[in-house]
């Protein structure tokens, strides 16, 4: 039997058994339902109790670009498009011309009130020029940036992990896991990169 015909059948069940059921009876019941649910499609642990609210990525391709960004022109639209900013403020921000975004702004754009936040502010920039592109972004992506600002420290990763502006996934021994944006963490992208372009006019 596949996945569907198997959370049909559950499905099936479910409205057999609280045909008689109503109030907080029922409620109880359908918040259960709904984390079985999303247990089954994304087949992730429910029990850490942690959010999982990333926002929407654009394509993802794991190996390469999606091939509508193949110019730099076109990468700097997507990129701009995020962010809300400029074509041309994108491609001040970022080096486009590659398939793979690099952050390319003066040192002194990157904040200095401590490694914590300006790591976190990196990650915020390539997660989210990443996401515009269709990539996935991991932890390697974040630590080379922070590495090229001389803002990485033996804490990089607890900073990434204790930021919830951002989603990191995958085992905390691996040297390289998945950074997924939140949906609060894309609006906190747009403020530092339109930040960061009015700071630079």
Excluded: W
């Amino acid at each position: 039997m596949s996945t569907t015909e198997q959370l049909s059948e559950i499905v099936e069940r479910v409205r057999e058994a609280t045909k008689s059921m109503s109030g907080d009876e029922f409620r109880l019941r359908e918040i259960a339902f709904e984390k079985l649910l999303e247990h089954e499609l994304s087949g992730e642990d429910i029990a850490n109790g942690s959010s999982t609210s990333t926002a929407p990525q654009a394509r993802p391709q794991e190996t390469s670009v999606d091939t509508s960004y193949s110019t730099p022109t076109m990468r700097a639209e997507a990129v701009a498009q995020y962010f809300k900013i400029g074509p041309g403020d994108a491609s001040d921000l970022f080096d486009l011309s590659d398939e793979s975004p690099t952050l390319s702004v003066p040192s002194k754009q990157i904040t200095n009130k401590s490694r914590a936040a300006a790591v976190r502010q990196i990650a915020l920039l390539i997660c989210g020029a990443r996401t515009a592109l269709g990539l996935e972004t991991g932890t390697s992506h974040i630590r080379e940036a922070a590495e090229a600002y001389s803002k990485f420290d033996p804490n990089f990763m607890k900073h990434l992990t204790e930021y919830d502006k951002i989603a990191v996934r995958g085992k905390p021994s691996s040297r390289n896991r998945l950074v997924r944006m939140r949906v609060i963490g894309a609006e906190e992208a747009q403020t530092v990169a339109q930040r960061m372009v009015s700071n630079g006019d």
